[in-house]
């Protein structure tokens, strides 16, 4: 019964930094780890990182570390995707996924709940 909702997508420009939300209403982060992927036209879905619900704890591939910064607000029910510094190879759908676990996991097939995406274009 969890249900997922991103947010905050659309056009931006290179060097942009658009804040991504991943709604999650009526269920609790505190039971939920919460990670965020994202697929550019033509390739497969890879994963951006992660939130864990223990403690919130925070994982990052190496492409995004640095740049992207994901949070979250309890009280809301609410994940965020910070993103800085874009460039055109940050073009892609971004997926919110959650898994009832105190900790988040690197592998996509874990993830028990998906949003339906959200679109980030980056380009002048």
């Known amino acids: 019964q969890v249900q997922l909702v991103e947010s905050g997508g659309g056009l931006v420009q290179p060097g942009g930094s658009p804040k991504l939300s991943c709604a999650v209403p009526?269920?609790?982060?505190?039971?939920?780890?919460i990670g965020w992927f994202r697929q550019a036209p033509g390739k497969e879905r890879e994963e951006v990182g992660c939130?864990?619900?223990?403690?919130?704890?925070?994982y990052y591939v190496d492409s995004v570390k640095g740049r992207f910064t994901i949070s979250r607000d309890n009280a809301k029910n609410t994940v965020y995707l910070q993103m800085s510094s874009l460039n055109p190879e940050d073009t892609a759908v971004y997926y919110c996924?959650?898994?009832?676990?105190?900790?988040?996991?690197?592998?996509?097939?874990?993830?028990?709940?998906w949003g339906q995406g959200t679109q980030v274009t980056v380009s002048s």
């Open positions: 996924a959650a898994v009832v676990y105190y900790t988040c996991s690197a592998s996509a097939d874990q993830y028990d709940y």
């Open positions: 939130i864990s619900s223990s403690d919130g704890s925070t």
């Open positions: 009526g269920f609790t982060l505190d039971y939920l780890a």
